[in-house]
C-alpha cells in the first residue's frame, strides 16, 4: 500500500483510476441497492427468470467449448505459422468486435435462416437456428469468439518454440509437443480467454434479438420487461443479474489469481 503512494504521479494515478473505478461501480451498486430483498426473493422464485438465466449461462458455455475447439488449433496456427493471408484471417477473426451486434444478428439470419443453405442444410438433422437455442449459440459464438483466439494466441507466442524444438529432438511427435509443453505453458491465456468469451456471450443482446427473441435469454427478457412494465418491474431482474454475474466473476478471478500467484512463488 506505501508503494502505491510513493510519489505524487502514482497519486494522480491512483486519483484518475479510481474515478474510473466508480463510474462502473456506482451505477452497479444502486441496482443492487434500489430493490428490497423481498422483492429480489420473488425474482428468484420467477421461473421464467431462471430459466432465461440458465439458459444464457449455459448457452454462452456451449459457445465457448465450440470456440475453445475450433478456435485453439487456429490461434496456435497464428501464433506459430506464417502463411499467404494470415493478415486477413486476423482481421476477420478481429471483425467481430467492431461489427455491430444489430448487423451481426442480420448476417447470421442471412447466413442461417430457414430458407437459406446453411439453414436448410442444418434443417435435415432436426436442427433449427431462428428462434431456437441454438441460434442464440451461434449468436454468443459470432460476437465473442475473437476474445478467445486472441488470448490464445497470445498464450502461445508467450511459450518458447525452442521448448518445441527441444521436445521434437527428443523424440516427441508434434502432437504430443504440443500437448506437453505447448499448451500447458499457454493454459492461463487460453483460460482468460474462455472466461472473457463467457462473460461477453451472457451479455449479448443485439445479435440475438434478431435471430432468437424467444427462448429469451437474460438480457432479452430485462429488455422485454422494461418495455412493457416499466423501471420498477425490471430493476429487481438487472440487480439479480448483476449479482449473479459479479459472484461469478470474484469466484473465477479469485481462482485463476490465486492459481497464477501459487505458480509464481514456487517459480
Known amino acids: ?6 510519489n505524487r504521479m502514482r497519486v494522480a494515478f491512483f486519483v484518475l483510476g479510481l474515478v474510473l473505478v466508480l463510474f462502473i461501480a456506482w451505477p452497479l451498486l444502486r441496482t443492487l441497492t434500489a430493490s ?3 422483492v429480489l426473493w420473488e425474482t428468484v422464485m420467477d421461473e421464467e427468470v431462471r430459466a432465461s438465466i440458465l439458459l444464457t449461462f449455459g448457452a454462452s458455455l456451449v459457445a465457448t467449448v465450440i470456440a475453445f475447439i475450433t478456435g485453439v488449433p487456429l490461434a ?3 501464433a506459430r505459422v506464417d502463411f499467404p493471408g494470415k493478415p486477413l484471417v ?4 478481429d471483425i467481430p468486435i467492431v461489427v455491430p451486434h444489430s448487423a451481426a444478428g442480420i448476417a447470421l439470419l442471412m447466413a442461417f435462416g430457414r430458407r437459406t443453405l446453411l439453414g436448410q442444410a442444418f434443417g435435415l438433422f432436426g436442427i433449427t437456428f431462428v428462434s431456437a437455442i441454438p441460434g442464440i449459440i451461434i449468436a454468443m459464438l459470432f460476437v465473442s469468439l475473437s476474445f478467445l483466439v486472441n488470448g490464445a494466441r497470445e498464450g502461445f507466442e508467450a511459450v518458447e518454440p525452442r521448448l518445441e524444438r527441444v521436445a521434437r529432438t527428443l523424440g516427441a511427435s508434434p502432437w504430443r509437443a504440443f500437448w506437453r509443453v505447448s499448451f500447458p505453458l499457454a493454459w492461463r491465456g487460453i483460460l482468460s480467454g474462455m472466461i ?11 445479435a440475438i434479438i434478431i435471430i432468437a427473441y424467444h ?3 437474460a438480457p432479452v427478457l ?4 422494461f418495455e412493457s412494465f416499466g423501471l420498477t418491474y425490471s430493476r ?13 466473476f470474484v469466484v473465477l478471478r479469485t481462482t485463476v489469481g490465486g492459481r497464477g500467484s501459487r505458480k509464481r512463488q514456487r517459480a
Open 1 to 6: 500500500m506505501r508503494g502505491l503512494f510513493a
Open 36 to 38: 428490497n430483498p423481498a
Open 76 to 78: 496456435y496456427l497464428l
Open 90 to 93: 486476423e482481421g476477420i477473426i
Open 196 to 206: 472473457l468469451m463467457w462473460a461477453r456471450g451472457l451479455s449479448e443482446f443485439g
Open 215 to 217: 427462448p429469451m435469454v
Open 222 to 225: 430485462l429488455y422485454e420487461r
Open 236 to 248: 429487481p431482474v438487472a440487480a439479480l443479474v448483476i449479482l449473479i454475474c459479479l459472484v461469478t
